[in-house]
């Protein structure tokens, strides 16, 4: 398969254990947050977002957490199952339409 | 479901030439955006569009140019190939203040 990521931080879990894979952001005013998870070979997907007036949001098995004072992102998966291994990547959205993607995290599930 | 359908999967093309990457999306979305993706740089948005005939830059322009005719259709132009614009290029769309969807990438290798 296609290499998305030679040099990602790399999250390696048991199925069944809930995964949390953690994202910095860098601009205060930005007021959207995305993330996604890229399969090998694919675009990547979204997952779930949450703007900058909440601090929680709660998905299918997911959950995103926001601190913006400490300008941090949090993507909480529970359950992981071997389907869930991928690249996820967070995104901010500092200005117009535009988003600024973090490098990734590699999530490795072993069955 | 939303599509976003990029021509190409995998493209070689040689150094001077110049290049041409399609993208067609099918769910009349306003905005339209070209990124590429490098290992451990994550996704880089080249430039993105608002609207028919309208263009921004992203945080990469230089060596690209883009044209959007059709409100379905992002064409990505590098006007020379040069060896350091191999890399995955991924299209996405999105209406307005909403997540973008993307294509599955076209591996483009510059000679």
Known sequence: GESVGLHLPTLSVQE???????????????????????????GPQ???????????????????????????LSLQIAATQPGDSAVYFCAERPGFQKLVFGTGTRLLVSP | ????????????????????????????HENMFWYRQDPGLGLRLIYFSYDVKMKEKGDIPEGYSVSREKKERFSLILESASTNQTSMYL??????????????GTRLSIL
């Open chain 1, 16 to 42: 069944g254990d809930n995964s949390i894979i953690n994202c910095a952001y860098s601009n205060s005013a930005s007021d959207y947050f995305i993330w996604y998870k890229q399969e090998s070979g694919k």
């Open chain 1, 46 to 72: 979204f997952i779930i977002d949450i703007r900058s007036n909440m601090d929680k949001r709660q998905g299918q098995r997911v959950t995103v957490l926001l601190n913006k004072t400490v300008k941090h």
């Open chain 2, 1 to 28: 479901d939303v599509k976003v359908t990029q021509s190409s999967r995998y493209l070689v093309k040689r150094t001077g030439e110049k290049v041409f990457l399609e993208c067609v999306q099918d769910m009349d």
């Open chain 2, 91 to 104: 299209c996405a769309s999105s209406p307005h203040g909403q997540p973008q969807h993307f294509g599955d």
